[in-house]
């Protein structure tokens, strides 16, 4: 990996692999109480009444609602199944599983270890194979892991400087891309809009109110995007234009992710990448490259 990219790879989780096993632990009556509220939550989240959940999990409705309700102690396997059901990432069925007593069962795995070694190439085949134009390698937190060397060509002249290493606080800081970005209030609202999206499907994440209550914090951010706007209409491809003096960049992005990834880190990997939208745009990236 060229220096470039290696200056946005962070140091990690200090995380290592655990070794999954199927013992059950005692349960009690906490336990018991948080698994059942964290159910709900879920549920609730994905808009199931407690007979579409056990219809589609194939449980017993009686059971499921005991179980809700901290008066029953759901099996593994009654966890999984529910987990299935309600699509739930790998670290909320991790936590889901804890919650009732189990040990987790999908590792979280640095992307730097061997054990990843294939898939980080993968990512870095993607990200270089995008030059001239910019890719990054985000968390779930949208927190930038890795970048080509374009990405910082790009920043670099729009700045002068690098900036936050989180997407989201880069087009919220005023002091940060936010300052260049001509359409800011689509571009920040359609981001705040999938910020909201994820936290109402993922409602046990409490890091992820956090970012977003950082963010709306930051100065001429509209009280209205305090709340999320159920049934919004999003438009059909968002362009994000930079300007710097009397030039003018318009990229248009998309999204890469890892399918059926068995650990917490890949299953939460997504790879942006940026493709010009006009003839000016891609003439400029090109030159930067050659310059």
Not at 115 to 141: D, G, K, S, T
Not at 210 to 226: F, K, M, Q
Not at 245 to 253: D, N, P, Q, T, V
Not at 264 to 271: A, F, G, N, W
Request: neutral net charge; proline residues 6%.
């Amino acid at each position: 990996m060229t220096s470039e990219v290696m200056a946005f790879a962070q140091t990690g989780h200090n995380l290592r692999s655990v070794t999954v096993t199927d013992l059950r632990s005692t349960s009690t009556p906490t336990t018991v109480a948080r698994v059942g509220l964290l159910l709900r939550e879920w549920r609730s989240a994905r808009r199931m009444s407690q007979l579409d959940l056990s219809l589609e999990a194939g449980v017993s409705a009686r059971h499921l609602s005991r179980v809700e309700c901290g008066k029953a102690q759901p099996s593994r396997e009654m966890v999984t199944r529910l987990a299935d059901t309600l699509q739930m990432p790998l670290r909320e069925r991790n936590a889901l599983l804890s919650a009732a007593g189990y040990a987790p069962e999908y590792p979280e795995t640095p992307l730097a270890t061997p054990e990843l070694a294939r898939a980080q190439q993968a990512i870095e085949f993607i990200i270089e194979h995008q030059e001239p134009y910019p890719a990054f390698v985000l968390n779930r937190r949208w927190d930038v892991l890795m970048a080509n060397r374009a990405a910082v060509r790009v920043t670099t002249f729009l700045l002068g400087r690098m900036g936050h290493s989180n997407m989201l606080r880069q087009f919220f800081d005023p002091n940060d891309l936010r300052s260049v970005v001509v359409n800011w209030n689509e571009v920040a609202g359609d981001l705040i809009r999938h910020l909201h999206d994820e936290i109402a499907a993922a409602p046990s994440d409490a890091k992820a109110r956090a970012l977003r209550d950082e963010i709306l914090s930051y100065p001429g951010v509209p009280t209205r995007w305090h709340t999320r706007e159920v049934g919004t209409q999003p438009p059909p491809l968002l362009t994000v234009e930079m300007r710097k003096g009397e030039r003018a960049l318009r990229f248009f992005s998309t999204i890469t992710t890892f399918g059926t990834a068995h650990d917490v880190t890949l299953d939460e990997i997504r790879i942006e990448c940026t493709f010009p939208a006009d003839a000016e745009t891609a003439a400029f990236c090109k030159g930067l490259a050659d310059g």
